[in-house]
């Protein structure tokens, strides 16, 4: 396997570093003090992982085109491919709503991309808090968890979900692109959170209990992070 790599070189590094990006691209990070011969060597001993890592890149769900935000555009719901189509408002009661195949945001006839984009996102955390209310509460019941859970709908730039230290309990918008069975994980692992505050045995013993299949649901919601990557 013939490898192609970029190097980048930096003050401070005690050791050389590489990495296979989303793209495939390898980058090495090296100190100056580092000969190009040895990072050679480096990358050489490293391309049996860098193969798995690329076969694993080659696995994720590709991303949608670059949104538009016009009538046609293409944004996803739990693993379901939408269209948008732009509805003129002609009353203030019409809600932007999901219809089958077809993602409907009212509109008024002067709202521009980014007023549009605006109501697209309001329609998702709106969905978002829906969704999550019923998941959270229906694990608590099955975790035997009474008090009340504060929930959020956030916009974080990676990760799907959070537990605070306070019990408060944060889901991305972008979350629900993610498969059904993937969302309802998410619920269930912040949920458990409240129990067991880390990622210890006592927790994981807790997921195999509840949802034998929670490893799958994991790495599935790892091979969609490119498309989680933006709404």
């Known amino acids: 396997m013939k490898v192609q790599y970029k190097v980048i070189r930096k003050k401070g590094l005690k050791r050389v ?17 580092v ?24 696995l994720l769900v590709p991303p949608l085109a670059e949104h538009t935000y016009q009538d046609g ?36 006839e002067r709202q521009n991309k980014k007023e549009i984009k605006a109501e697209i996102y309001r329609w998702y955390k709106e969905y978002a808090e829906f969704l999550y209310k019923e998941l959270v509460e229906k ?11 504060p929930l959020k709908i956030v916009m974080f730039p990676k990760r799907m979900g959070s537990c605070s230290i306070h019990g408060e309990l944060r889901f991305s918008i972008k979350s629900i692109m993610l498969p059904f069975e993937v969302v309802d994980y998410l619920a269930l692992h912040e949920v458990a959170h409240l129990i067991h505050f880390n990622h210890a045995k006592e927790f994981k013993a807790l997921l195999d209990w509840q949802m034998s299949e929670w490893k799958s649901h994991q790495k599935m919601m790892n091979r969609y992070r490119l498309v989680t990557a933006k709404l």
């Open 17 to 33: 570093s590489l990495r296979v990006k989303d793209d495939k691209s390898i980058v090495v990070t090296a100190p100056f003090s």
């Open 35 to 58: 000969s190009d011969s040895i990072i050679k060597k480096f990358v050489e001993s490293k391309v049996d992982w860098i193969k798995k890592r690329i076969d694993e890149i080659e």
């Open 73 to 108: 555009d293409q944004f996803m719901v739990l693993n379901k491919v939408v269209t948008l189509s732009l509805i003129k408002r002609k009353s203030s009661a019409e809600k932007s709503t999901l219809n089958n195949e077809k993602l409907l945001i009212v509109v008024t």
């Open 139 to 149: 694990w608590a019941t099955k975790l035997n968890i009474k008090k009340q859970i």
